[in-house]
């Protein structure tokens, strides 16, 4: 929490200050506070803990403290704050005033960034594959340990970080306003320069493989970029890209750790001294010291006789209870007077490997030798001077490495050591060839002779594919060592896409739901559940959920299947093992007198009837307490005690069962399986008692469940991924006519020719596009009609207009005629001159209202062609209100903005709208009221926004659908043509008129103009 706080503290701090000073100071403010933070988190030991926590399986990861686990994680979580930060705070610019130099270098700089991150990105796969010691299983990717599991968290962790870098380079790019020719000199410059990075990097890939990717890379970035349509198409691409780059990189790093790890093992089995194997032939040699039988066995020993016989009897059993030394080699133990003499020439013909103990009541001097012409062959010789006798005796001993066998239940409970301490051995078959012939071998892959390919490389280190098994071949003096493994084919890349594919879409969906309520990502990413899913996506989303939803269920089936029918498979073989046990062991009792039937006698089955039936056997006595077992070391060290289970020894005592099962035995915290059954006499006498453990390691169980998970995996991942694109196509194919449809609705007008559709299949689709098409042509001839009527209409209304606006002049112009005729004869010549003034002054003023209303009937009908130029608005606006402001009955109130607002037109059309607007205003201000206009400038949303209010009358509801009609005015006088002209005006140059009113307190009318653009 301390942390958490800290990390939030720098963010705010950050923050705080690109507001307050400039967003450089707050990035470099970010960078101390990450590496300060960086540097407390591995000073306090947080990763080591972190490493402790997570590394539940003990995995190595000491290797190089800088690649653990703890500390790449610590490393890309740092480098994802820093890159979110960067991207929602440094905001983008445009590059226009650079030179043309200029751009195409910041371009090859961002180009480089992408190359370099696309390195780092190699280098964070490479380190924990190969430097942190975390352990991989590819072959099962249902098999990995948390450890791995967080691995791969890390890795798409830095999977967002490297596609977060890429798109926000590209981004800007973008802005450069760079040619396609230019762009390409930039990526070929960013090239030049990182090509020293690559050449260093180690990444393992040749550098043309290198310069491809990075330019199919950058290609389709572009191409992303350019397209500016995020889809759950463009979304699959990336993850399929980002899944098959990372599992090619994992897969890559996977082969070259598994190569290194099996040259160490080859290394390892040729010139690593078994100090195992003398630790315990130590072990072996205090318990022989310390055994008093076998010290009065030795001392009686003064000629061969039976009890030599039982001595060395004896002491091999000491070695045989040791599971290293006899599941590792085949021993032979003589007393030294008796030792032929190919084993002295072995002993003289060996390195000394001299050690020395002492006893309470004994000293031996033992001396290991290797011998020189076999590998894991060694020559013990002991020398024992017994406590209280002058007498010595020289025990020597032989160890030949045996074939390996199988593991027992026992020591597969305890992980019992590999051969030699060398980790990872189990999980590979090796041979070791002096010359050409077979010295030692695990696994049953290899020939007695050396196989030809073999020798065809002669390089010391080499890999050799041969028989359908990866061999990696070490060549010494006249060895050579072959650790072999199965190919994994094309399933081993195949199920690791698949996981890495199925975790990152786990990933994104967690992001977006993230992003969709918490905004964490930036916009430019679009990255959100749209709850609003047209039908295309909503198409998309259900076949994908469905086949998501169809893998949980069969999963889940599968494992439920699985799981009941290899328990009761792993009761069946536990039983028929026990009862074959049992059988077997009756034989051998019966053949014995009973009353010779003693602990030793039952001793001896142990080691027969385990090699039979390759499994642990512990006898128990009557009572109950253990006789003897195949690891007795396990009851020795008080792992299990030393009796029967007290449930299974009461069951088969008092009851007739042949057999009884124990699910839930337990050593420890290890829980497993155990069968016990009487070994009975003639007369269904019990005289012993048999264990048998089973562990489900040997069980098929957990490798056929995973194993088939993994499949069904892959399986289902192709499926999703060939659904994805067919549910794309056929949602495309469907919506598609349907979003033209729309598309055709949304552009449909009357009047006017509207395009028909073609749809060839006879479908849902083909009768709605038909639909479609009828009711074009159905709704073109009504429009024909309906423009023919509002035509009539409109000259018949237009004749009426026209008629009684020229009736208004002519009446005064008739009755001053009318006036003229009857004075005419009744005055004298003087007297008719101002009559005729005032005659002629009234006709002509009545004409020139006839030419104006002619004028305006013909300005309505057809507007001059415009002029348009760059208008600054606020100007405009001041010029028109100076006009009008002298009034002294009218308070003018102008409000304009400082800023300079632009707008592209014509300076008369604009002229002619104001005016009118403004003669409205005043038109509509009652002579009983002090008059008030308001004109305001402003913009918003990309719109200068002219906005005229008055204190007016305001419109009468039943009269607001007209205010724009042609002939329509609320005056005595006038066309009623000043705002519709405005109106025509106004949309022509793709703005709008509109009012909101209230009666009898006033109107305010809006006048919107698109603002001028330098594009």
């Given amino acids: ?121 190699s280098g964070v796969c490479k380190a924990l594959l190969t430097e942190s010691g975390i352990p991989f299983d590819f072959d099962s990717v249902f098999n990995m340990q948390v450890s791995s599991f967080l691995a791969f968290v890390g890795i798409i962790l830095f999977m967002l970080v490297f596609f977060m870098v890429s798109h926000r380079m590209t981004l800007t790019i973008k802005l450069l306003g760079l040619t396609q020719n230019q762009r390409f000199v930039s990526i070929g410059a960013a090239f030049i320069v990182v090509s020293p990075f690559f050449y260093q990097s180690e990444t393992g890939f040749s550098l043309p493989l290198l310069y491809l990717a990075g330019l199919a890379y950058i290609l389709l970035f572009e191409f992303f970029v350019e397209s500016n349509k995020p889809s759950i198409a463009w979304l699959l691409i990336w993850i399929v890209l980002f899944s098959g780059l990372t599992s090619t990189l994992l897969f890559k790093y996977s082969k070259d750790r598994d190569l290194a790890t099996r040259e160490t093992i080859a290394k390892s089995l040729l010139h690593t001294e078994d100090t195992l194997l003398f630790k315990k032939t130590s072990d072996i040699t205090v318990q022989i010291s310390q055994d008093a039988r076998l010290k009065s066995i030795l001392l009686s020993c003064t000629e061969r006789s039976d009890a030599e016989a039982e001595l060395l009897k004896s002491i091999q059993n000491h070695i045989d209870q040791n599971n290293y030394i006899s599941d590792a080699y085949l021993v032979q133990v003589r007393l030294d007077r008796y030792v032929d003499q190919k084993f002295d020439e072995l002993v003289k013909g060996g390195r000394d490997l001299k050690f020395t103990t002492v006893f309470k009541d004994s000293t031996y001097t033992g001396v290991v030798r290797k011998l020189q012409d076999k590998p894991h062959h060694y020559a013990y010789k002991a020398t024992y001077d017994l406590y209280d006798s002058e007498k010595s005796a020289n025990v020597c001993i032989s160890y030949s490495r045996r074939n390996v066998s199988q593991q027992t239940e026992f020591s597969s409970l305890l992980n019992v050591s590999s051969f030699k301490n060398i980790p990872l051995l189990d999980a590979y078959d090796y041979s070791i060839y002096k010359g050409t012939v077979l010295q030692e071998s695990k696994g049953s892959h290899f020939s007695r002779s050396i196989p030809l390919p073999f020798l065809r490389n002669i390089d010391p280190v080499s890999e050799v594919i041969y028989n359908s098994r990866s061999h990696l071949i070490y060549r010494s003096n006249d060895y050579l060592v072959a650790v072999s493994k199965p190919l994994s084919g094309l399933m081993k890349p195949i199920s690791l896409f698949s996981y890495l594919f199925g975790l990152l879409v786990l990933t994104v969906f967690i992001l977006a739901f993230v992003n969709t309520y918490f905004k964490v990502l930036p916009d430019q990413l679009r990255l959100e559940i749209n709850r609003k899913l047209s039908l295309r996506n909503k198409i998309q989303l259900a076949v994908l959920v469905l086949i998501m939803f169809s893998f949980i269920i069969v999963g889940i089936v599968t494992v439920f299947y699985f799981s009941n029918t290899s328990e009761q498979n792993d009761k069946e073989r536990l039983q028929n093992k026990a009862l074959s046990v049992q059988f077997d062991a009756q034989n051998k009792v019966q053949s014995v007198p ?17 090699k039979i039936h390759q499994t642990d056997i512990s006898i128990f006595g009557q009572d109950g307490h253990l006789i003897h077992s195949t690891d007795i070391e396990i009851f020795q060290n008080k792992f299990l005690a030393g009796y029967m289970n007290p449930l299974a020894f009461q069951t088969l005592r008092r009851g007739n069962q042949a057999l009884y099962i124990n699910d839930q035995e337990a050593m420890g915290n290890l829980i497993y399986k155990a069968a016990f059954v009487p070994i009975r006499y003639t007369g269904n006498r019990i005289v012993a008692y048999v264990s048998l453990p089973y562990s489900n390691k040997f069980s098929d169980q957990k490798s056929n469940v995973k194993s088939f998970m993994g499949t069904l995996l892959n399986v289902y991942v192709f499926l999703l991924m060939i659904a994805g694109g067919i549910a794309i196509a056929v949602s495309n194919s469907i919506t598609r006519p349907i979003t033209v449809l729309g598309d055709k609705l949304k552009a449909f007008k009357l009047g006017r020719s509207n395009e028909r559709l073609d749809w060839k299949n006879n479908d849902e689709l083909g009768e709605l596009i038909k639909e479609y098409n009828k009711m074009v042509e159905q709704l073109d001839q009504s429009a024909e009609l309906l423009a023919q009527n509002e035509r009539e209409v409109a000259w018949r209304e237009m004749a009426k207009q026209v008629a009684h606006e020229i009736k208004n002049p002519l009446t005064p112009m008739k009755l001053s005629i009318q006036h003229l005729q009857l004075k005419i004869n009744d005055l004298s010549l003087d007297d008719m001159k101002p009559l005729i003034s005032r005659v002629s002054t009234t006709l002509i003023e009545q004409i020139d209202n006839l030419n104006r209303i002619a004028s305006e009937f013909s300005n309505f009908s057809k507007l001059p062609e415009p002029d348009n130029e760059k208008i600054i608005l606020n100007d405009l606006i001041a010029s028109v209100h100076d006009l009008f402001r002298k009034r002294e009955d009218i308070i003018f109130n102008l409000y304009v903005p400082i800023d300079e607002i632009y707008i592209f037109a014509d300076r ?23 008059g008030k206009i308001n004109i305001k400038l402003y913009t918003k949303n990309g719109y200068a926004i002219i906005q005229v209010s008055d204190n007016g009358t305001g419109i009468p509801k039943s009269m607001q659908d007209k205010v724009f009609y042609p002939n329509f005015t609320t005056k005595s006088s006038g066309t009623g043509l000043g705002l519709a002209i405005s109106k025509d005006i106004s949309e022509a140059y793709g703005g709008r008129i509109y009012f909101t009113t209230i009666e009898n307190k006033g109107t305010d009318f809006y006048f919107e103009m698109p603002l001028f653009m330098n594009s």
């Fill in 594 to 610: 009973l009353d010779q039937i003693q602990p030793e006698i039952l001793s001896e089955l142990v080691p027969a009837l385990s």
């Fill in 908 to 930: 008369s059309h604009m002229l002619r709208i104001l005016n009118n607007l403004i003669k409205n205003a005043l038109q509509s201000i009652p002579e009983d009221r002090k």
């Fill in 1 to 121: 929490m301390a942390f958490l706080s800290l990390a939030l503290t720098v963010h705010h701090v950050a923050r705080i200050t690109i507001k307050r000073w400039s967003v450089i100071a707050g990035i470099a403010v970010l960078i101390v506070g990450i590496v300060v933070f960086r540097l407390l988190i591995s000073t306090s030991g947080l990763i080591d803990q972190f490493n402790d926590i997570v590394l539940l399986e003990k995995a190595d990861t000491t290797g190089n403290r800088d690649h653990s686990l703890g500390s790449i994680l610590a490393n890309i979580l740092m480098l994802f704050w820093f890159l979110l930060f960067m991207y929602r705070q440094f905001k983008r610019g445009a590059f226009q005033p650079m030179s043309l130099f200029g751009r195409i270098a910041l371009a090859s700089a961002n180009h480089f960034s992408i190359l370099i991150a696309m390195v780092m990105f």
